[in-house]
């Protein structure tokens, strides 16, 4: 019982962790020195921007002419899903073109 209580305070006690002071600087003087990539400015967003947006005026374009001749629900739908994705769109492009301006 007693060895038990030795094994059990020797593994709750935690070891006294020191480092030497230039612990840091000796580690950061053995890291090889990296150079800065240099970064190719891409219009990655603006392409798919433009393309959910052409996508989008071909939805509301096609929903539409569906809802003018048929009067669909399903064409409603989308019609009004599109107009309030064509909402936003605008809204968040007029937040940021003001953010960048300002």
Not at 72 to 85: N, R
Request: charged share 15%; with cysteine.
């Amino acid at each position: 019982m007693i060895n038990e209580e030795r094994i059990a305070s020797a593994l709750e006690a935690a070891p006294a962790v020191t480092l030497p002071p230039d612990f840091t600087a000796r580690v950061m003087s053995n890291l090889p020195v990296r150079a800065a990539l240099p970064r190719a400015r891409t219009n990655f967003g603006r392409t798919a921007l433009s393309g959910s947006l052409v996508l989008l005026f071909c939805a509301l374009l096609g929903a539409f002419l569906l809802n003018s001749q048929h009067g669909s629900l399903a064409a409603t739908l989308v019609e009004w899903t599109s107009l309030v994705q064509l909402a936003g769109v605008t809204l968040w492009l007029s937040l940021r073109s003001r953010e960048l301006h300002s």
